[in-house]
C-alpha cells in the first residue's frame, strides 16, 4: 500500500448531501444519487471532470461514524458552477492537503484497516484530521467487487 500526500486543487462540486442515514441504507442511495447529479450536471450543460466521490463527514479522529445517522455527500467535480435546485448544491471546495491511498477490493472488507493507517500517517505528520474523508470510485458496480478500486482520500490541516 502507498500512502501520498497530496495538495488537492481547488474544485467545483455538485452534490447532495444525505443526512440521518443508518449504514444499511448506504447502497441504495448512492447509485441512484450518482445518477440524478449526472443528469442535472448534463442538463445544466457543464461537464463531469473526474470520479464520482462520497464523502463522509463527521467522523472523529479514529474515522467512526455514528453508524445509524451518517452524513454524507454525494457528488462529482465539475467545469462550471451551474445553477442549484432544491437538493443539488454547486460550490467551490479549495485547495486542501490530505493523505491518499488506492484501495482494490470489497468496500466491506479491509478499508477499516486502511483507514486507520491513514490516520496514523496524518498523525506521524503532525497533521490534524479534518473530520471528514473523501472516496472517489473508480469502478462501476459492474466490476467483481473483490477488483473495485477506490481512492480514499483524508484532508487534514
Excluded at 447502497?27 to 461537464?47: H, R
Aim: aromatic share 10%; glycine share 6%.
Amino acid at each position: 500500500m502507498n500512502i501520498e500526500k497530496i495538495t488537492k486543487p481547488e474544485q467545483i462540486i455538485i452534490s447532495i448531501t444525505h443526512t440521518g442515514l443508518n449504514v444499511t441504507e448506504l447502497p441504495k442511495i448512492i447509485g441512484p444519487t450518482f445518477m440524478e447529479i449526472g443528469k442535472y450536471i448534463s442538463e445544466q450543460g457543464a461537464a463531469i471532470l473526474s470520479n464520482p466521490f462520497v464523502s463522509f463527514k463527521n467522523m472523529d479522529e479514529t474515522g467512526k461514524l455514528d453508524e445509524s445517522q451518517i452524513e454524507m455527500e454525494i457528488g462529482f467535480p465539475v467545469d462550471k458552477l451551474i445553477p442549484e435546485n432544491e437538493s443539488i448544491k454547486a460550490y467551490r471546495l479549495p485547495s486542501y492537503k490530505a493523505v491518499s491511498v488506492l484501495y482494490v477490493g470489497d468496500y466491506d472488507q479491509g478499508m477499516i484497516d486502511i483507514y486507520r493507517r491513514l490516520f496514523e500517517e496524518i498523525k506521524a505528520n503532525g497533521g490534524i484530521f479534518m473530520n471528514r474523508s473523501y472516496e472517489y470510485y473508480l469502478s462501476d458496480e459492474e466490476i467483481d467487487l473483490s477488483k473495485q478500486e477506490t481512492i480514499i482520500e483524508l484532508p487534514y490541516r
